[in-house]
């Protein structure tokens, strides 16, 4: 069965500061991990997607995480927030019994000025 | 162009009532999904379709039943709507069903409402 743990369901940085997201999986089998974003009343944007391809995965708008197998983790960075970087952000493992991803609790970002 | 697309994007309703939410995606897929959002956030899948397959969540009361038309489209339906109910409900797509690494495109989301 697959599941995935975020610590810290709130977050709090400076703007330009850097962002840890942390997120932690468990899988019974080799895992495709999601980060998604989530602005205010809107739906959920793929951020990136680590596949097996190369644990350091580059998404969009600068984030990128990677993908460490013996921490079972798969922590989202981003070097320097931004002000537009406030949202809420989902980590999801892919592999549900209905072919569906299985989220996260999210974490909130604020980012401070 | 929206990939996803959802209709209402509000929508607020008595108790008892029947309602339903759209959705359509114009991206080619075979699978789609529906996943509730509860007031804390939390996703949770409530079915998978995929080539008329359907896949229900054994926790989705029977009350709610996913329609579709042919494979761009995805329909909602919720009868006898209960104060539980109100949520904001995702629809999303994904290329093929059971392909792990497929990306899944969600749409923006209907708020409901049940008073």
């Known amino acids: 069965a697959q599941s995935v743990t975020q610590l810290g369901s709130h977050v709090s940085v400076s703007e330009g500061a850097l962002v840890l997201l942390r997120c932690n999986y468990s899988s019974s089998v080799p895992p495709y991990l999601f980060w998604y974003v989530q602005y205010p009343n809107q739906g959920l944007q793929l951020l990136l997607k680590y596949t097996s391809a190369a644990t350091l995965v580059k998404g969009i708008n600068g984030f990128e995480a990677e993908f460490k197998k013996s921490e079972t983790s798969f922590h989202l960075t981003k070097p320097s927030a931004h002000m537009s970087d406030a949202a809420e952000y989902f980590c999801?493992?892919?592999?549900?019994?209905?072919?569906?991803?299985?989220f996260g609790k999210g974490t909130k970002l604020s980012v401070k000025p | 162009d929206t990939a996803v697309s959802q209709t209402p994007k509000y929508l607020v309703t008595q108790m008892g009532n029947d309602k339903s939410i759209k959705c359509e995606q114009n991206?080619?897929?075979?699978?789609m999904y529906w996943y509730k959002q509860d007031s804390k956030k939390f996703l949770k899948i409530m079915f998978s379709?995929?080539?008329?397959?359907?896949?229900i969540n054994e926790t989705v009361p029977n009350r709610f039943s996913p329609k579709s038309p042919d494979k761009a489209h995805l329909n909602l339906h919720i009868n006898s709507l209960e104060l539980g109910d109100s949520a904001v409900y995702f629809c999303?797509?994904?290329?093929?069903?059971?392909?792990?690494?497929?990306?899944?495109?969600f749409g923006p989301g209907t708020r409901l409402t049940v008073l």
């Open positions: 999801a493992v892919s592999g549900g019994s209905q072919g569906n991803l299985i």
């Open positions: 379709y995929n080539n008329k397959e359907l896949i």
């Open positions: 999303a797509s994904s290329q093929d069903w059971g392909t792990r690494r497929d990306t899944q495109y």
């Open positions: 991206l080619g897929h075979d699978t």
